[in-house]
């Protein structure tokens, strides 16, 4: 596809369970960026991945929040003993280099933890 | 603390008027300042942008302008058209990077006809 894929593009977990949620960066895209977005808040930036460099994971709430990328392609974050407060929507998005301006979002998944 | 504000949760404008939508930060080292738009759902998408040397960038019906003294931007789009229905996002950085963008909690726009 042309886009930025994100998947499930909803989930519903009990607390305590572990969930795992992908995202697929435009190809040919180096730099991958998570972000959250809980309801009535703006996005929150949790972690970014740039080509082979260390990822930036200043964002990243708690020890819970963990995220891969496999090379420059896929990239995958996962939860761990999901809160209640971890229910939010998810969003992924890619650029080619790393300005705002080439920021291409995915559509988000939107979890919910009961 | 919120570095980037969007105090309006909600904007209703009547179909062909201009539709403002405001932005204040506090951070002074903020320096480039972008605004998202996004369709329920849908990941947000970028609209324009603006860097701290410019006081006003225009793209068709789309303006921003900036006043670095106040630190305060505003968003303008004349004539407001139905599409133009969406949350918005105001959004800082740091040097133009996508990494560390903070973004405000949006405004969502209703367009009237």
């Known amino acids: 596809g042309a886009g930025v894929s994100q998947s499930p593009s909803n989930k519903v977990t009990e607390k305590g369970k572990d969930v795992e949620l992908r995202c697929d960066p435009i190809?040919?895209?180096?730099?991958l960026y998570w972000y959250r977005q809980r309801l009535g808040q703006g996005l929150e930036f949790l972690i970014y991945?740039?080509?082979?460099?260390?990822?930036?994971k200043s964002g990243l709430p708690s020890d819970r929040f963990s995220a891969e990328r496999t090379g420059e392609s896929v990239s995958t974050l996962t939860i761990q003993r999901t809160q209640q407060e971890d229910s939010a929507v998810y969003l992924c998005?890619?650029?080619?280099?790393?300005?705002?301006?080439?920021?291409?979002f995915g559509p988000g998944t939107r979890l919910l933890v009961l | 603390d919120q570095q980037v504000k969007q105090n309006s949760p909600s904007l209703s404008v009547q179909e062909g008027r201009i539709s403002i939508l405001n932005c204040d930060y506090t951070?002074?080292?903020?320096?480039?300042f972008l605004w998202y738009k996004k369709y329920p759902a849908e990941g947000p998408t970028f609209l324009i942008s603006?860097?701290?040397?410019?006081d006003k960038n225009e793209d068709g019906r789309f303006t921003v302008f900036l006043n670095k003294s106040a630190k305060h931007l505003s968003l303008h789009i004349v004539p407001s058209q139905p599409g133009d229905s969406a949350v918005y996002f105001c959004?800082?950085?740091?040097?133009?990077?996508?990494?560390?963008?903070?973004f405000g909690k949006g405004t969502h726009l209703i367009i009237q006809p």
């Open positions: 998005a890619s650029s080619l280099m790393s300005s705002a301006e080439t920021q291409y």
């Open positions: 190809s040919g895209h180096t730099a």
């Open positions: 991945f740039q080509g082979n460099s260390a990822p930036d």
């Open positions: 951070n002074s080292m903020f320096d480039y």
């Open positions: 603006i860097s701290s040397i410019k």
């Open positions: 959004a800082a950085s740091v040097g133009g990077g996508a990494d560390g963008l903070t």
